[in-house]
């Protein structure tokens, strides 16, 4: 007996977590944690759970902004199912549709990971079997103040047994990149307490602010960070140099792969290429993991992504993944209209929400 079940009790976000960690087409985007951490911005969250005998086969994370009157039903990643569960998508958008009216949102917001690229066809639905456009979807995203999936920038291990064998095939600078901060005695370390991850954070706070984009302060994004490397589902890594942190990165692990989600590198001369080193510490914690690839993140600026292409990455962006429902016009375009035309109000939502990623 299938059952569709709205819930954020305590019980089925930990299974659900579980449930994300071990589907190939997760994202850390719909983990436990990282959902409760809108609620520093006011947000609600839930999750909308496909449940088979009592065990979960399916289901989404959702995110419930509320700005004024005005709510939203945004689901950043998914839905996902397990096993041959794919034909329960078009009864769990109908659902989807009666819990987004029940909560009062006037819209109704999917990120899907569709791709027929093979390097990650583990991770991805064929969009000739997932198609929300039969359920009334229009494709496209119109709200923007959820970070939500659009694709990988997949660095592929396929016929690379481990991480020696990986750096033998970049280039000879990259190689010598890569080893010149081990070479300087420079040390990496895995840590776990929050006294050190408060103070490479730090770090990647001051680079933010030399590069001129926000970031969450460590008090608002601390518990998300503890609590996905208290679950083993997280690292938090710090490159010391002269026993001073010079570097440190944040990465979170799941459906068999780790994701980049922020670092940041003192910029200091000489530059003995500390970035190289975090990048390929979790590298060589992917291959001991037994992963097939790693996700170094999309985005950033050009030299970002110059820097990451380095590694072999390359960006696989996700097949028409944002699909919506607008489930009340008028509250919607009056939203469109606060949106567009109240620059302070448009302004402060941006600046709280954009790096929430």
């Known amino acids: 007996m299938i059952?569709?079940?709205?819930?954020k009790d305590r019980k089925w976000l930990d299974a659900w977590d579980l449930f994300v960690v071990k589907n190939p087409k997760g994202s850390h985007l719909i983990l436990s944690d990282w959902l409760q951490s809108y609620a520093a911005y006011g947000f609600e969250y839930e999750l909308g759970l496909v449940l088979k005998h009592g065990e979960i086969i399916?289901?989404?994370?959702?995110?419930?902004?509320?700005?004024l009157f005005f709510k939203f039903y945004i689901i950043p990643?998914?839905?996902?199912y397990n096993g041959n569960h794919e034909g329960c998508f078009d009864t769990h958008l109908s659902e989807l549709k009666k819990q987004a009216l029940n909560r009062g949102c006037c819209y109704l917001q999917l990120s899907l990971p569709l791709s027929t690229e093979k390097s990650v066809e583990r991770h991805v639905y064929n969009s000739k079997r997932i198609n929300p456009l039969n359920q009334g979807f229009v494709s496209g995203k119109l709200f923007k103040y959820v970070y939500t999936t659009y694709g990988l920038n997949w660095i592929n291990f396929y016929g690379i047994d481990n991480a020696e064998t990986f750096l033998k095939k970049r280039s000879a600078k990259v190689r010598r990149n890569i080893r010149m901060p081990y070479n300087k005695n420079a040390k990496a370390t895995f840590v776990t307490d929050e006294k050190s991850i408060e103070k490479g954070y730090q770090v990647i706070l001051e680079n933010?602010?030399?590069?001129?984009?926000?970031?969450?302060?460590?008090?608002?994004?601390?518990g998300t960070i503890l609590d996905l490397i208290a679950k083993k589902q997280a690292?938090?890594?710090?490159?010391?140099v002269d026993n001073v942190i010079k570097a440190a990165a944040f990465f979170v692990e799941t459906s068999g792969y780790i994701t980049n989600i922020m670092g940041g590198v003192l910029r200091e001369k000489p530059d003995i290429k500390l970035g190289y080193m975090l990048q390929y510490e979790i590298i060589k914690k992917s291959f001991e993991q037994g992963f097939n690839g790693y996700n170094i993140s999309m985005g950033g600026s050009l030299g970002v992504q110059d820097f990451k292409s380095k590694f072999g990455a390359e960006n696989i962006f996700y097949e028409?993944?944002?699909y919506h429902l607008v489930l009340n016009g008028f509250n919607f375009n009056l939203f469109k209209f606060f949106d567009s035309h109240l620059k302070p109000y448009k302004s402060k939502i941006s600046k709280l929400l954009s790096h929430l990623k």
Do not use: D, M, W
């Not at 059952?3 to 819930?7: I, K, L, P």
């Not at 990643?77 to 996902?80: E, M, R």
């Not at 933010?208 to 601390?222: C, M």
């Not at 690292?235 to 010391?240: A, T």
């Open 3 to 7: 059952e569709y079940v709205f819930t």
């Open 58 to 67: 399916g289901g989404c994370g959702v995110v419930i902004p509320k700005f």
């Open 77 to 80: 990643h998914g839905p996902i």
């Open 208 to 222: 933010a602010n030399q590069g001129g984009y926000a970031l969450r302060s460590f008090k608002e994004f601390k």
């Open 235 to 240: 690292y938090f890594i710090i490159c010391k």
């Open 320 to 322: 028409n993944p944002h």
